[in-house]
């Protein structure tokens, strides 16, 4: 059973802090790794990918990935109210099928 | 452009009703998929169109049909549903290039699908 955990949360944060998203996934051989921000009642709407170790940036947005551990984060700094979202991981294996992890609530309070 | 467009954006029918749902894409992309989400729940996928032709269905019931006209276009034809499918109906496509992992879906606005 291929698995992509992600802890649901609320994760909140004061406005201007780094918020820290975290998730693992059970396939050893994912290869590729997405980020999706979702506000609710609208659809998920890509952040970042990443397919290799370590990290890679874009605007305020960083995403990390460590093969060995199975882990894959994302990094929002300067977080703003208007972050205030769900943020979906999801990972791909071989197929272009990308598994999804439950998500995680962000808050980011003023 | 990475816009995949989706109609209606609200639907509410009736059990005994037939209704389509409507999903265009114009970036070339080879995959098409069909995806239902509950709230507070992932997106659940349906169905995947990879070269107009239906590559995997996921053990949707028969109420639910998908259809490929072409490679730009997806529907979801609805027949009979039950108040348990009311839901967010997303369309997602993507390159659909057969063994690479680097196939980023893109995600339509969505159908909110109402069973009475």
């Known amino acids: 059973q291929k698995e992509v955990e992600q802890n649901s949360g609320p994760l909140s944060v004061p406005e201007g802090a780094i918020a820290s998203l975290n998730c693992t996934y059970s396939?050893?051989?994912?290869?590729?790794f997405f980020w999706y921000r979702q506000y609710s009642g609208k659809s998920p709407e890509l952040i970042m990918f990443?397919?290799?170790?370590g990290d890679k940036e874009d605007g305020r947005f960083t995403a990390q990935l460590n093969k060995a551990s199975q882990y894959v984060s994302l990094l929002i700094r300067d977080s703003q109210p208007s972050d205030s979202a769900t943020y979906l991981c999801?990972?791909?294996?071989?197929?272009?099928?990308?598994?999804f992890g439950r998500g995680t609530s962000l808050i980011v309070h003023p | 452009d990475t816009e995949v467009t989706q109609t209606p954006k609200h639907l509410v029918m009736g059990m005994t009703n037939k209704k389509s749902l409507k999903c265009e894409q114009h970036?070339?992309?080879?995959?098409m998929y069909w995806y239902k989400q509950k709230a507070k729940k992932p997106p659940e996928l349906m169905f995947v169109?990879?070269?107009?032709?239906?590559?995997i269905n996921e053990s949707v019931p028969s109420r639910f049909s998908p259809e490929c006209p072409n490679s730009s276009l997806l529907n979801l034809h609805l027949h009979a549903l039950q108040p348990e499918d009311s839901a967010l109906y997303l369309c997602?496509?993507?390159?659909?290039?057969?063994?690479?992992?680097?196939?980023?879906?893109?995600f339509g606005p969505g159908t909110r699908l109402t069973v009475l």
């Open positions: 997602a496509s993507s390159q659909g290039v057969v063994g690479t992992a680097r196939d980023t879906q893109y």
């Open positions: 396939d050893r051989g994912s290869q590729s």
């Open positions: 990443i397919y290799s170790n």
């Open positions: 999801a990972a791909i294996r071989g197929s272009y099928i990308p598994t």
């Open positions: 970036m070339g992309h080879r995959a």
């Open positions: 169109y990879s070269y107009e032709k239906l590559s």
